[in-house]
């Protein structure tokens, strides 16, 4: 899919993504490249990603690696969202170095779709394994037709008194 069209539909419908947008103030603003069949992205953790001092924290981790599987997806116009995740944690991942975090798809059957993540030491030692589990979904169903754009279904009150 053309470069254009993946920021405009990166735009209209995931513009607070914590992970990829460009726009969230307190997002990771990850940005992919398909290198073959593998999707990497780099980030360096600082101070505010610690969980213990002086490493990344593992919830954080897990957040990249879900988001590099779920953009080799997205970079296929597959539409698809994390069902299950196990994480593998080897080493502690430090903050202040330029980490690669990477996926590659493992199998699809019916709207189940396997994928590996790993994220990577400077040097290319694997700190980091995943395994997820996606489930394709229809557009439609995530974002219906009759709904104008920038509009929710959202009922009710939610947790920010919305």
């Not at 992919?32 to 001092?53: L, P």
């Not at 994390?82 to 199998?107: C, D, K, N």
């Not at 040097?123 to 439609?140: D, H, I, W």
Request: glycine share 10%; aromatic share 6%.
């Amino acid at each position: 899919m053309p470069k254009k069209k993946e920021k405009e539909a990166v735009t209209v419908y995931n513009n607070m993504c914590f992970a990829c947008s460009p726009v969230n103030p307190i997002g990771l603003r990850l940005e992919f490249q398909m290198d073959g069949d593998v999707c990497r992205t780099s980030f360096c953790a600082g101070e505010q990603h610690q969980g213990w001092s002086g490493y990344m924290h593992g919830g954080l981790i897990a957040t990249l690696l879900d988001e590099v599987m779920a953009q080799l997806l997205w970079q296929r116009d597959i539409w698809a969202m994390t069902a299950e995740m196990t994480t593998r944690f080897s080493l502690a991942v430090p903050i202040g170095r330029e980490l690669t975090a990477e996926s590659r798809l493992l199998s699809e059957r019916g709207r189940l779709i396997e994928l590996e993540g790993r994220l990577l030491l400077p040097g290319g030692r694997v700190a980091v394994r995943a395994r997820a589990k996606f489930l394709r979904v229809k557009k439609s169903e995530l974002y219906p037709e009759s709904l104008p754009e920038g509009a929710s279904d959202h009922t009710g009150e939610d947790c920010l008194g919305e």
